[in-house]
């Protein structure tokens, strides 16, 4: 069962453009949600996160937004440059549901900005 | 934040053998993780590793298979046993710097011939 999904499995935006990247989730007891991205031959780096408390959240260019009640959440990169070429993962936790630390996936999103 | 490196980077390997990762901090953090990321698909935890105790391993995952050691806060290894090609992946260790946040090692790159 995956509990975090993206289903867009690439995305492609010119470079100055907006960048959403989507995520859904089933698991009502997650409370944490985070973004990731990923270069070829690198670990995933931290992004963004948000907590379930709160609807939106910015960093810069980053910011993710959070619908509860929809289950879902986005990450809005703008402007967008080449350099944010990567895969963006969505995570999620959810220590109430007892899963103390432990992060589940999405299948990623393959971000793809063209100058 | 934390620096991560793991070592080996990458390896390739015969089936049949076993091979250790080893994942090391620039601080003392209380929990530590492997996931594993297989081909084209997301990173599925393996185990957490808390200094002290016994590793604690996800559904699907054994420690005869995964053995994983925690001597200190700022160190793990996990090493795949009996390799198969079926465990080609990139395996990758992170630490929680804050409460749910997990930073990342580079990972390393395991092919089984």
């Known amino acids: 069962d995956q509990q975090v999904k993206q289903n867009s499995p690439s995305l492609s935006v010119q470079e100055g453009r907006i960048s959403i990247l989507n995520c859904d989730y089933t698991n009502s007891m997650f409370d944490y949600f985070l973004w990731y991205k990923k270069y070829p031959a690198e670990g995933p780096t931290f992004l963004i996160s948000?907590?379930?408390?709160?609807d939106k959240n910015e960093d810069g260019r980053f910011t993710v937004f959070l619908n509860k009640s929809a289950k879902h959440l986005s990450l809005h990169i703008v402007p967008s440059q080449p350099g944010d070429s990567a895969v963006y993962f969505c995570a999620a936790s959810g220590v109430s549901s007892g899963n103390t630390g432990k992060l589940i996936f999405g299948q990623g999103t393959t971000l793809q900005v063209k100058p | 934040s934390a620096v991560i490196s793991q070592k080996p980077s990458r390896d390739i390997c015969q089936r049949g053998t076993s091979l250790t990762i080893q994942c090391q901090v620039d601080s003392q953090v209380t929990m530590m993780f492997w996931y594993r990321q297989q081909p084209g698909q997301s990173l599925t935890l393996i185990a957490t590793?808390?200094?002290?105790?016994?590793?604690?391993?996800e559904s699907g995952f054994v420690i005869d298979k995964f053995p994983i050691s925690r001597p200190n806060l700022t160190f793990s290894t996990l090493t795949v046993s009996n390799m198969s090609p079926e465990d080609s992946s990139i395996y990758l260790c992170?630490?929680?710097?804050?409460?749910?946040?997990?930073?990342f090692g580079p990972g390393t790159r395991l092919t089984v011939t």
């Open positions: 590793a808390n200094q002290g105790s016994e590793a604690t391993y």
């Open positions: 948000i907590s379930s408390i709160k």
């Open positions: 992170s630490v929680e710097v804050r409460a749910y946040e997990q930073y």
